[in-house]
């Protein structure tokens, strides 16, 4: 079964970090870009960064770029989002998510929450 | 950026109605473009990927359609499991774009 499963979620203060992990498993991790995607409290979807398979290709949102970190370890079938410098607004269920490239996002993970707040 | 307006932001329909849900891109997109599913404290699911392609799994009643600018989602006989948010993706280019989201509700 491809599975995704995201861990490291938690309260942290504003100008804090975490370290987002997502677990992949089911599927040849390494032969397929990721992404991170998040949602705050009752808003819709946001995207935030994707990763090419080797990492050669990154991009990140306007609203992340500079703070966060988007890496993989594909020894480890493992994707990472290294945030720093939170914000309130950081608040949010981030998603993982296998890019199929034109063929969609599939699967997600079950998503893991991060709060940020004094 | 390309925007993705999605319209309407909410719906009210009863079981066994046709719905229809606009997507509309700032720019050309070609047919880059998915729909997702998402219900309350759940995880998003890909309904139609490349605007027009069902993912494996997805009841024949979710259809999608168009190409360059304007998008649509049809859901030709709604059944009770069908009520919850629709989102529209663009896989164009970077940075990738959402539409705001539809929520469908029941009548």
């Known amino acids: 079964e491809v599975q995704l499963v995201e861990s490291g979620g938690g309260l942290v203060k504003p100008g804090g970090s975490l370290r987002l992990s997502c677990a992949a498993s089911?599927?040849?991790?390494?032969?397929?870009?990721m992404n991170w995607v998040r949602q705050a409290p009752g808003k819709g979807l946001e995207w935030v960064s994707s990763?090419?398979?080797?990492?050669?290709?990154?991009y990140y949102a306007d609203s992340v770029k500079g703070r966060f970190t988007i890496s993989r370890d594909n020894a480890k079938n493992s994707l990472y989002l290294q945030m720093n410098s939170l914000r309130a607004e950081d608040t949010a269920v981030y998603y993982c998510a296998r890019d199929l490239i034109v063929e969609g996002f599939d699967p997600w993970g079950q998503g893991t929450l991060v709060t940020v707040s004094s | 950026a390309i925007q993705m307006t999605q319209s309407p932001s909410s719906l009210s329909a009863s079981v066994g109605d046709r719905v229809t849900i606009t997507c509309r891109a700032s720019?050309?997109?070609?047919?880059?473009l998915g729909w997702y599913q998402q219900k309350p404290g759940k995880a998003p699911k890909l309904l139609i990927y490349a605007a027009s392609s069902l993912q494996s799994g997805v009841p024949s009643r979710f259809s999608g359609s168009g190409s360059g600018t304007d998008f649509t989602l049809t859901i030709s006989s709604l059944q009770p499991e069908d009520f919850a948010t629709y989102y529209c993706?663009?896989?164009?280019?970077?940075?990738?774009?959402f539409g705001q989201g539809t929520k469908l509700e029941i009548k």
């Open positions: 990763i090419s398979s080797s990492s050669s290709y990154i």
């Open positions: 993706l663009q896989d164009y280019n970077y940075p990738r774009t």
């Open positions: 720019q050309g997109i070609r047919n880059d």
């Open positions: 089911g599927f040849t991790f390494s032969s397929y870009s």
